[in-house]
């Protein structure tokens, strides 16, 4: 098992900037990519951004631009730095950690309990 504890969430007006964190623990040996989801109530859960191990990322393209996410292995921590925040980034925000098989495929996958982010216009 791998589990996820998130932190940096909260409220922000328009224009401004949040960092959010995620600590990995356990059988972290099992994963090769972590990254970031957000859900807004009634919609699915949609990838934000996604860095592997080696350090390939892959991002919405609403946040390109705006949002870059990055790793400390030696902390098994990921963080996404959100700059330029508007009302539409409002959700609650995920810490995935998953275990990359192929194209567009994965398993092994582990989810975090969630952080809101809310930005105010």
């Known amino acids: 098992q791998v589990q996820l504890v998130e932190s940096g969430g909260g409220l922000v007006q328009a224009g401004g900037s949040l960092r959010l964190s995620c600590a990995a623990s356990?059988?972290?040996?099992?994963?090769?990519?972590m990254g970031w989801y957000r859900q807004t109530p009634g919609q699915q859960r949609e990838l934000v951004a996604l860095?592997?191990?080696?350090?390939?990322?892959n991002y919405a393209d609403s946040v390109k631009g705006r949002f870059t996410i990055s790793r400390d292995n030696a902390k098994n921590t990921v963080y996404l730095q959100m700059n330029s925040l508007k009302p539409e980034d409002t959700a609650v925000y995920y810490c995935?950690?998953?275990?990359?098989?192929?194209?567009?495929?994965?398993?092994?996958?582990?989810w975090g309990q969630g952080t809101q982010v809310t930005v105010s216009s």
């Open positions: 995935s950690a998953r275990r990359i098989v192929g194209i567009g495929a994965y398993d092994n996958v582990h």
């Open positions: 860095i592997t191990n080696s350090g390939a990322t």
């Open positions: 356990g059988s972290i040996f099992s994963i090769n990519a």
